[in-house]
């Protein structure tokens, strides 16, 4: 199960600390072990059940924000790293971790993602949390998880959190348009 989540996330190689690597590699393992859907399913299912036929896989989306998070990260560090203290490691965890929930919040049917039962009850920012605390992530990365979303509109975010919840969401809003 390691070697999959290491095929399907190249970027946590990216992660400097080898504690929090590992971390995050466990939480992906163990939402994995956990959930209905398959490694290769998350190569096929649509990253979003709000866009009617969304063209873009889930990985293709979560790998694309941890790579602007990561470069968005790196140019606000360049620039204004002497106000913004950031740290690229928790921004990149993070970016990681964000969806990881989703794993239990979805299902699938007749071959389709769906939202589960569980799912409706608890989103994908609470139950990454819960994956996530389990695997000894620290809190300044499961706050990410945990205020990625619209429900961390109601929380203070740190500066990583921001990138994260930016990056992750201007690689989601020009998708509505597609539905209309
Ligand atoms: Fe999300």
């Given at each position: 199960m390691r070697d999959t989540v290491l095929e399907l996330w190249p970027?946590?190689?990216?992660?400097?600390?080898p504690g929090l690597r590992g971390q995050v590699t466990e939480t992906w393992i163990r939402a994995l072990q956990l959930s209905p859907l398959t490694a290769d399913d998350l190569r096929h299912i649509?990253?979003?059940?709000?866009?009617?036929?969304?063209?873009?896989?889930f990985m293709e989306h979560k790998r694309c924000v941890v790579h602007i998070a990561r470069q968005a990260a790196e140019s606000m560090r360049e620039f204004m790293g002497n106000a913004l203290p950031i740290n690229l490691d928790t921004v990149i965890a993070g970016a990681i971790l964000a969806d990881v929930g989703k794993l239990l919040e979805y299902e699938k049917v007749d071959g389709k993602a769906c939202q589960s039962k569980r799912g409706e009850l608890l989103r994908h920012p609470f139950t990454g949390v819960g994956l996530a605390m389990q695997c000894g992530v620290p809190d300044s990365v499961c706050h990410i998880i945990a205020a990625h979303?619209?429900?961390?509109?109601?929380v203070k975010r740190t500066t990583e959190a921001y990138i994260v919840h930016h990056a992750d969401f201007m690689a989601f809003l020009p998708f509505k348009n597609l539905g209309k």
């Open positions: 970027e946590i190689a990216w992660i400097s600390n649509p990253f979003t059940l709000l866009v009617p036929d969304c063209p873009t896989t979303a619209a429900e961390g509109d109601l």
